[in-house]
C-alpha cells in the first residue's frame, strides 16, 4: 500500500516538472491534488490527469497507465482539445486522440514510433463490466447478462487504462461503470478519466455516454466530480441506451 502510493506520488511529481518546461500550459489538476496547480501565466490550456491509473495493480505486475485531458477555457467535456493515455505494459504505448485516434509505440531507442490509426468497428466482441456487481441496478444486470447471452467475452483487468486500450485494439465491445447502490454518482472522474476516454472514443468512431447522455456535454462543478459512463462501439451504446431510457 506504501509503495503504491508512494509510486502515484512520484508519478505526479514526474509529469508536473515535465509540464512545467511548457509554455502554452496555463495550469495543471492533477487527480492526485485537490486543486489546480499554476504554472504559466500566459499559457492557454488547462492539462487534467491521472498520473498512474490502475496503481492497486503494481504488485500484481498488471499493466497500468496515465491518462490527460488537454483544456482550453474550461474543464467541461466541450472544452476538451485533445486527449492521451500511455500503457505501461510489457511494451509502452502512447496514444494520442485529435482529430482521429493515432498509436504509438516506444522503441529500444526511447522514441515513439507510429504504428497504425485506431478505428473502432461498429460492433466488438468484448465486455468490460466494472463496479461492485452486486450494488448493481436490475436493469444494468439484465444489460451485462445479455451481452455475455450473445457470446461477447470477458476482459476485464480492473485497470481503466489497459481494460479501455484493449477494446479499441481488438475493434469494439463495451466497457461500463455505472452507478450504483454504492456510488450513485459512479467512481470514474470526469476530468482526468473519463472526458479523456470519451473524446478518445468519439474520434475513433465509437461513444461514450453517462447512460443517456454524452459524456462530453457534462460540466463538472468540481475537479473530482464523477460520473457513470460507458464506452464502446456503436452497436453496443445503443443498448445502454435502451436499457437506460
Known sequence: GDT???LDIKSDLIIEEEFAKVACIKEIVSEEKEDKTPLHVNGIYGVGYDPLDGSS???V????????GIYEGGYAGKDLKAAVYVVYGPRVELVIAENDVKLYRLNKKGEFV?????????????????STQMCWEPRHKELIDAIFADGY????SGGMVPDLHQILLKGGGLFSYPATSDVPKGKLRMIFEVFPFAFVYEKAGGEAIDGK??????TPSHP???????FGSKNEIVRVKKCYE
Open 4 to 6: 503504491q502510493l508512494k
Open 57 to 59: 495493480l503494481i504488485d
Open 61 to 68: 505486475n498488471l499493466s497500468v497507465g496515465s491518462i490527460f
Open 114 to 130: 507510429f504504428i497504425k490509426e485506431i478505428v473502432l468497428k461498429e460492433k466488438g466482441k468484448l465486455n468490460a463490466p466494472g
Open 153 to 156: 467475452r470477458l476482459r476485464y
Open 213 to 218: 447522455a454524452r459524456v462530453l456535454d457534462l
Open 224 to 230: 473530482h466530480d464523477t460520473t457513470p459512463c460507458f
